[in-house]
């Protein structure tokens, strides 16, 4: 019996220790670690991206009065030239198709000849006969004369119609082209292919020149990144700029530098960045952001860790199952990866997760992850 008891006691025993181990080995914190692993090292700089449209803008009324023609709505696709607004012109329509006919009749008339050709055709007829007569000795000299006057002052009349005509039609063809002129006022046109944006006015509403109606921003995107002043360098000497818009998480659009502004944001410091795209995904929206990345220069066969490994230039090290903080060197850092100098070797393993969380000497448990 008394056996028994003590075999009883000595496996109680054996549980509770093997508890107290296993729960003592559960206790130690997990963290993921990394190998030093050779690579490319980048020098880049980063920027904020925002998509804008390349143009905006204002559709602006000319002249004063009652819009007659608006139907566009937000959102409403327009081509360069389109009429998107139109404001009652009064009588200035009919004004024209009225001086427009009368045109057609002055060239009419100006084509046909002046009427009093009739009159110096038979009267130069009278001349040639009162001529001959004046050989047979029939008509004076003075009859003759007096026809001939009687002639040039009605070749006279005749040229002065012609004149009048061709006044009349030149007058009447500036009219007609300032009316044209005036009429365009009245139209709003689109100036560039783009989308209606909210909408400042409706139909029948009384604009005034220089009142907006409505906006208008080119369906063609600009790309915008904001840097910090300490990357100007950087982007300055970028060769490429890798583009990752939120929306397309999984995507990188290339491009380069369009121009930088000389003039920085006063109150943040940053500067403007402008890039040259090629290719832009389809549905990329105005206002949507991102991240680029100005590559300036690469380092093959460096010495490369995760940028999340490193906080105040120093990072904690494996060494066995305990955590050693080693301060190292860096060299080109890019936005994921960190060029190390000095401070590790390849092959030792480096926390890449929390490690804000971590202190030196912690005794840990270790979970390897495979990124790249």
């Given at each position: ?7 009883q ?7 509770v220790?093997g ?23 980048v ?16 559709l602006?009324?000319?002249e ?6 608006f ?21 200035l ?14 060239k ?27 050989e047979?000795?029939?008509?004076s ?31 009447t ?10 009429l ?12 209606i ?5 409706v ?5 005034f ?13 600009l ?5 910090n ?10 060769k ?8 397309f ?14 003039v ?8 403007t960045v ?10 990329l929206?105005?206002g ?14 460096a010495?490369?860790?995760?940028a ?7 990072v ?9 903080k ?5 060299g080109?850092?890019?936005i994921t ?20 969380q971590?202190?030196?000497?912690d ?10």
């Amino acid at each position: 019996m008394k056996l028994k008891t003590v075999l009883q006691a000595l496996v109680l025993l054996a549980v509770v220790i093997g508890s107290y181990f296993g729960v003592r080995e559960l206790a130690i914190p997990e963290v993921e670690v990394e190998p030093v692993k050779r690579g490319t090292s980048v020098l880049s700089a980063t920027g904020n991206v925002t998509v804008l449209p390349a143009l905006e803008a204002n559709l602006v009324a000319t002249e004063k009065g009652v819009l007659s023609k608006f139907t566009y709505r937000e959102g409403d696709l327009v081509k360069k030239d389109d009429l998107v607004a139109q404001i009652d012109s009064g009588r200035l329509a009919f004004d024209l198709t009225m001086w427009e006919t009368d045109l057609e009749r002055l060239k009419e008339r100006l084509a046909l000849g002046s009427h009093h050709r009739f009159n110096l055709a038979k009267l130069e007829k009278n001349l040639r006969n009162a001529k001959l007569l004046k050989e047979q000795g029939t008509r004076s000299e003075n009859e003759i004369i007096s026809l001939e006057t009687e002639a040039n002052v009605l070749r006279r009349i005749m040229e002065l119609d012609t004149l009048d005509l061709e006044y009349a039609v030149k007058r009447t063809t500036i009219l007609i082209a300032q009316t044209k002129n005036t009429l365009e006022n009245y139209d709003v046109r689109a100036p560039f292919d783009g989308v209606i944006m909210t909408p400042v006015r409706v139909q029948g509403d009384l604009v005034f020149a220089g009142g907006a109606i409505t906006k208008i921003a080119s369906t063609k995107k600009l790309i915008k990144v904001e840097v910090n002043q300490d990357d100007l360098e950087a982007v300055r000497r970028s060769k490429r700029v890798i583009v990752n818009f939120f929306s397309f998480p999984n995507q990188d659009f290339e491009g380069t530098v369009l121009n930088l502004v000389p003039v920085g944001n006063s109150t943040t410091q940053r500067f403007t960045v402008f890039l040259k795209m090629e290719k832009l995904p389809e549905k990329l929206l105005s206002g949507q952001t991102g991240e680029a990345s100005f590559i300036a220069d690469e380092r093959a066969n460096a010495l490369l860790i995760p940028a999340r490994a490193i906080t105040s230039n120093h990072v904690f090290v494996l060494n066995g199952d305990r955590l050693e903080k080693r301060k190292i060197q860096k060299g080109y850092t890019s936005i994921t990866k960190i060029e190390i100098l000095g401070g590790l070797k390849e092959g030792e393993f480096i926390v890449c997760k929390d490690v804000d969380q971590q202190r030196d000497g912690d005794r840990v448990r270790i979970k390897k992850t495979t990124s790249n």
